[in-house]
């Protein structure tokens, strides 16, 4: 089942990002298309090099810590709409519409920027197996009306 979810995200790039946010507590993942949890809700995402999402209660915290004109660093404004997959219909689904092999025990804590129904998306996995799915705010309704109606 699909469920289209909000929650604070706040993204991050520049040749000091990684620096930045582990001056301010947060454990950056070691590589790109890499993922971490922060806590119980929370979760950061290594896109590049250098470019970073981070979602949950530590967004909202760092949003709060952020200063316009710091040299390297350069401020993302994030505008995802949020899926959040589980059950056990999701595996079934995700091979029917995703360019990439997308089953718990090939993409572990990788980060995917695939497409799937044919938009741009990213994409990690969770245990349970459960998977999130961001995509540009503007397809957010075509994305849940075509997941829904493939489950049906």
Not at 25 to 50: E, M, S
């Amino acid at each position: 089942m699909s469920l289209i979810y909000d929650a604070p995200r706040f993204g991050l790039k520049g040749s000091a990002a990684t620096a930045w946010l582990e001056a301010h507590g947060i454990a950056v993942p070691p590589q790109a298309n890499r993922w971490l949890a922060l806590g119980d809700d929370g979760r950061i995402l290594r896109l590049g090099r250098g470019e970073f999402l981070i979602e949950g209660a530590p967004a909202q915290t760092l949003a709060a810590q952020w200063q316009d004109g710091q040299p390297g660093l350069y401020r993302v404004p994030r505008y995802d709409a949020g899926f959040l997959l589980e059950g056990e219909a999701v595996p079934a689904l995700l091979a029917e519409i995703c360019a990439l092999d997308t089953r718990p025990q090939i993409i572990g804590g990788q980060v995917l920027l695939t497409l799937a129904a044919g938009i741009s998306v990213t994409l990690i996995c969770e245990a349970g197996p459960r998977y999130r799915i961001w995509c540009d705010a503007t397809y957010g309704h075509y994305l849940q009306h075509t997941l829904r109606e493939i489950l049906e």
